[in-house]
Antibody, heavy 116, light 111 residues
Framework: QVQLQESGPGLVKPSGTLSLTCAVS?????????WSWVRQPPGKGLEWIGE???????KSNPSLKSRVTISVDKSKNQFSLKLSSVTAADTAVYYC?????????WGQGTLVTVSS | QSALTQPASVSGSPGQSITISCTGT?????????VSWYQQHPGKAPKLMIY???KRPSGVSNRFSGSKSGYTTSLTISGLQAEDEADYYC???????????FGTGTKVTVL
């Protein structure tokens, strides 16, 4: 049973870069799935950020595309998210997840706060 | 890429059936069968309830069903139970350049 776990700093300064990693266990990141990032600002709805295939192919939300970098490390069975030039509007719970024909399963999520 | 439109809230009594609508456009719901529904309890990660419009993952109660017509997809919960009280989000694929779009979310209250 595939499980995902996000990790990374919980506090990022404005104009800095948010960096998160998602460790995949119970399955291979090289399987025929895409691997996604989704975020949820406090009290608000879900927003799809982007996803990556084990080959390195990526797709990103057009509204975030210029600031998003998603990468994969097959040797560590994990994938990562970098979001640059962050502002308070990027404060959210960030989830990593597997995308098959639906997004499932999801990690537990990690809160990232953008503040000085 | 605008969010799909859902009602802010839907309520029902135990045992009743409720339906949550999700309206998109020709660029997302109208073009792809990759529509999903997610249940989210407070402080928890979302859980996939319906995929490809009407399919249920293993372990999801058959009280949950999905359908699609034109630019609108719907989630029906029959035999409403207290544990169904949660936020529900729809999602649709919108093409390789846009990826996925989520709905605005619906809070389901069991009276």
């Amino acid at each position: 049973q595939v499980q995902l776990q996000e990790s990374g700093p919980g506090l990022v300064k404005p104009s800095g870069t948010l960096s998160l990693t998602c460790a995949v266990s119970g399955g291979s990141i090289s399987s025929s799935n895409w691997w996604s990032w989704v975020r949820q600002p406090p009290g608000k709805g879900l927003e799809w950020i982007g996803e990556i295939y084990h080959s390195g192919s990526t797709k990103s939300n057009p509204s975030l595309k210029s600031r998003v970098t998603i990468s994969v490390d097959k040797s560590k069975n994990q994938f990562s998210l970098k979001l640059s030039s962050v502002t308070a509007a990027d404060t959210a719970v960030y989830y990593c997840a597997r995308d098959t024909t639906g997004i499932d399963p999801w990690g537990q999520g990690t809160l990232v706060t953008v503040s000085s | 890429q605008s969010a799909l439109t859902q009602p802010a809230s839907v309520s029902g009594s135990p045992g009743q059936s409720i339906t949550i609508s999700c309206t998109g456009t020709s660029s997302d719901v109208g073009s792809y069968d990759l529509v999903s529904w997610y249940q989210q309890h407070p402080g928890k990660a979302p859980k996939l309830m319906i995929y490809e419009g009407s399919k249920r993952p293993s372990g999801v109660s058959n009280r949950f069903s999905g359908s699609k017509s034109g630019y609108t997809t719907s989630l029906t919960i029959s035999g409403l139970q207290a544990e169904d009280e949660a936020d529900y989000y729809c999602s649709s694929y919108a093409g390789d350049s846009a990826g996925y779009v989520f709905g605005t979310g619906t809070k389901v209250t069991v009276l």
